[in-house]
């Protein structure tokens, strides 16, 4: 049988690394702060954590490590679109782009290698039922970020901080502190995010080796409205995606083919979301999120 | 922007280093030495051979031969870039350019010159076509250029992928290509140097951007939506069909640099061969370094050209690795995002000073 219990565990081990990434997405979204720095993100934590597992045969040092360091990854993107009020795409490309530069040259100065670090004695995440411990956490996430958007007076603010930052200003909750603190949950979602990904997913570090999935997570956040139920599906969706893909490839499909799908179908699914949304609320011509706006023209004068 | 009020020569110079450009350029290039000097290196012998390697003798052919696809993206990025658009789709639309120019190669009946046109052609109509359906997911489905033209990219590069290793791959080899292109269906290089008329092509196509930016009532439209899409949408510029446009040229060019790839050595489409170098992003990078001015946007290439053919020779002379330019790359753009600029008073202090 093609959709089996394996397709689906398999599906769920795809999904982590992209919905943690894509929650942090959405909490940044939900605050305001478009950040498309998610792939950059994640491929810094990927390298921090294969660093520290290796430097210390720790992984669990190696996880922590990784959403340290994406949190202080995170802060350029905090300090330059909320404090300078800076281009946020732009920032989030130039993210992404440092982030592979960053991560390549310090694979060559730390480990001497290039292209992939790949070592027999460096320490992964072990599985607990099938799962690293990350993937737990992931779920366990959705369920927190609901709750605390939904329910929490933090979250109410943050809310509030995203749709109307001069009336939360007023009101004597600071837009900065929420951005700033919703911008560093990203980058330690992300963190973790690179963490299940080097260290979960397999054990390694190559460079580029979030390929995408960054991207993905932000699509994943339109995709989801920016609810964290709604991150999860999208996040599912890929996840199936993915792991349809390997066993497309096993019944004979050329590899290209399989790579191609997770991308396919993720756009298809934002056709599919946006056109239906569209056509319920005719009177506004942009989408709900801030990325449908054009990047300002404060990077184009 | 030009000024309608003469300023002196000094105080244009004065008003170039207070840009954020230059504040952004030489906080890449100080950082950059920060990092040489903690892997051990002298960062003056690093530069030195950055410059010696990229603008030497030896060095010269190559840094134009990287300008030909820099610039060509840097290009195919500033067009839409120009009026607000990001199109983040270079790799797909160059990836099947170059698929194109590579089956027209092969299979055209033409005689050898009447191919290449026609090859650069398919190549610039490939792309072009690709960046259009990016356009018109915006357009009809209202998901996100952005996103939209990234995520069709992937697939494209799959599909290309595909058809090198499987339906065209050269019968016997051993690696993922085509077969050679017929004899005589290349692009003249000059000389025994490896820069083709491909550079030549480049050059006039932004040349033709600088024309239609300054000269042409599509270019001022394309600006003031660029300034400020709302104004411009009333003053009439119908948003829709810009994007379209806009989105075909700019496919069209990224075409057009996996074209003449194709058409230059090794004159076969090789898988990730285009890609490879990260051209899409220095282009990408270039372009909003240059914030999409024409005249801005060669130059920055051409920086980034050097940083990159200067990255090789400074990892032979000083063993630190390439990587660090493209390290720089970003630095550059992560200051000019964040805007920061040198203060009025550092001027004034010198002036005193002289």
Known sequence: MFFDSDLLMSALRALTPILLAALGGAICERAGVFNIGLEGMMLMGCFTAVATSWFTGSPWLGVLAAALASAAYSLILAVGAVTLRADAVVLGIALNLLAVGLTSFLLRTVFGVQGTFDDPSLAGLSLVGGFSPLAYLAWAAVGVAALMLSRHVWGLRLRGVGEAPDAAATLGVSPVRYQYGAVLVSGVLCGLAGAQLALGNVTLFSENMTAGRGWIAVVAVMLGRALPLGVLLAALLFGLAEAAGFRLQGLGLPQQATDAAPYVVTLGALFLTTARRRRRTPSTSSTSSPSSTSPSAGAVT | ?354
């Open chain 2, 1 to 354: 922007m030009k000024q309608a009020t003469r300023i002196s020569p000094v105080a244009h110079v004065t008003r170039a280093l207070r840009s954020p450009v230059a504040f952004s350029v030489l906080a890449g290039v100080v950082i950059g030495a920060l990092f040489l000097i903690g892997t051990g290196a002298d960062p003056v012998a690093a530069y030195g051979a950055v410059l010696s390697g990229s603008l030497g003798a030896d060095g010269i052919g190559s840094t134009l031969t990287t300008l030909t696809s820099v610039l060509g993206l840097a290009l195919a990025l500033a067009v839409p870039l120009r009026a607000g658009l990001i199109n983040l789709g270079g790799d797909g639309q160059m990836v099947l350019g170059g698929m194109a120019a590579a089956v027209t190669g092969l299979y055209s009946p033409l005689p050898a010159p009447l191919t290449v046109v026609l090859a650069l052609l398919a190549g610039m109509a490939a792309g072009a076509g690709y960046a259009a359906l990016a356009a018109l997911c915006e357009n009809r489905f209202g998901v996100p250029l952005l996103v939209s033209s990234l995520l069709l990219s992937y697939p494209a590069a799959s599909f290309a992928s595909y058809l090198a290793r499987y339906p065209l791959k050269e019968p016997g080899s051993s690696l993922p290509q085509t077969r050679q292109l017929p004899d005589g269906v290349a692009l003249p290089a000059f000389g025994s140097s490896t820069v083709t008329v491909g550079l030549l092509l480049v050059v006039v196509a932004a040349a033709a951007y600088w024309f239609t930016d300054r000269r042409t009532a599509f270019g001022y439209e394309i600006r003031m939506t660029g300034l400020n899409s709302r104004f411009a949408a009333y003053a009439g510029v119908e948003r829709k069909g810009l994007t379209l446009r806009l989105m075909a040229v700019s496919g069209a060019l990224a075409g057009l640099v996996g074209a003449i790839g194709v058409l230059s050595f090794p004159y076969r489409f090789l898988d990730g061969s285009l890609t490879a170098s990260g051209y899409t992003w220095t282009g990408l990078t270039a372009a909003l370094l240059a914030a999409a001015a024409p005249v801005g946007t060669v130059l920055a290439s051409f920086f980034f050209a050097v940083l990159q053919v200067g990255g090789l020779s400074m990892e032979r002379t000083t063993e630190v690795p390439r990587e660090l330019t493209q390290v720089l790359q970003a630095i550059v753009i992560v200051f000019l995002a964040a805007r920061l600029r040198f203060p009025q008073w550092w001027f004034n202090r010198r002036k005193e000073a002289v």
